[in-house]
């Protein structure tokens, strides 16, 4: 956990896989309580941010980069020009229909700008200062990619490949199963190399609400090497369907993240956790 005394803001979770290419791609689940943060990609769970998913959001003329779960960047437009806020040296121009923020370390990150469509505001590609790029693939009509290219060097590509939900499924959408995969001959075949697979709360469990993000687990060569879990504050439901706020703490907040050692510790004291009080 990781705690900003200048805002509140807390942030729980971290890297779940990470690229072989060099680009710093990554697949990532942060739970933030950072309101103005965690809501910009609800197919990851309520409260969580992935940080490799940038995004763009529109308040009237005022633009927010939303990089990860802690730092966004505010530009106010006007004219067609971009300008930055609290003295930000970054920049954000238009380049045809799309918008292009650069950092100071010249890192691009294109995005989708805003036609009333479901790409608006989404991550397009990202640009290393090194000049390596990493470019995302939609589904016509989609607002979340079904895979990203993270690296290309001559025969070999490797892929983020990212599996949803289906209608019918009470988190329809959100992120089931995120693969990275590898090919050696230019795109013709993809291999696995490791996963990452998501579970989230139903609308009647007792230690999550609806979409709030319930176990991670890490694997390689079908080999499980992590795994996390979490439990949230829900509402106690009252006669007529009214909610009253849980005891110490909100309805969505974190109450306890397992992870790693603590997970193991768990499991071995608890074999049946999910179904174990708090107390």
Known sequence: MICFPSTGSLT??????????????SQS????????QS?????????????????????GNVIQV??????????????????GRYFV???????????VYTDTAGAKLTFYGFSSAATDGKFKSYVAPSGQAVTANYPSGKSQPDYV?????????????????PTGNANAGRLQTVTVKRSTDSGTTFNAVRAANYTYYGASDANGNLGDLKTVEISEGGV?????????YVPVTVTG???????????????????????DRLVAAYPSFDSATDA
């Open 39 to 59: 809501f910009t990609n609800d197919a990851s769970g309520n409260g969580i941010v992935q940080s490799n998913l940038p995004v763009l959001l529109k308040a």
């Open 89 to 99: 040296k970054d920049t954000l121009v238009a380049s045809g229909s799309d918008l």
């Open 149 to 165: 290219t993270s690296f290309t060097s001559g025969s070999v590509i490797e892929r983020f490949y990212y599996d949803y939900f």
């Open 241 to 263: 369907g009214f909610k009253t706020p849980p005891t110490n703490g909100y309805e969505g907040g974190l109450k306890y993240a397992f992870e790693g050692d603590s997970y």
């Open 12 to 25: 729980v979770g971290g890297t779940d896989l990470l690229s072989d290419g060099g680009t710093g791609w």
């Open 66 to 83: 939303v990089k990860d779960g802690t730092n966004s960047v505010w530009f106010d437009a006007s004219g067609g020009s971009y300008t």
């Open 224 to 232: 499980t090497t992590d795994r996390r879990y979490y439990r949230y």
């Open 29 to 36: 689940s942060v739970w933030t309580n950072n309101t103005s």
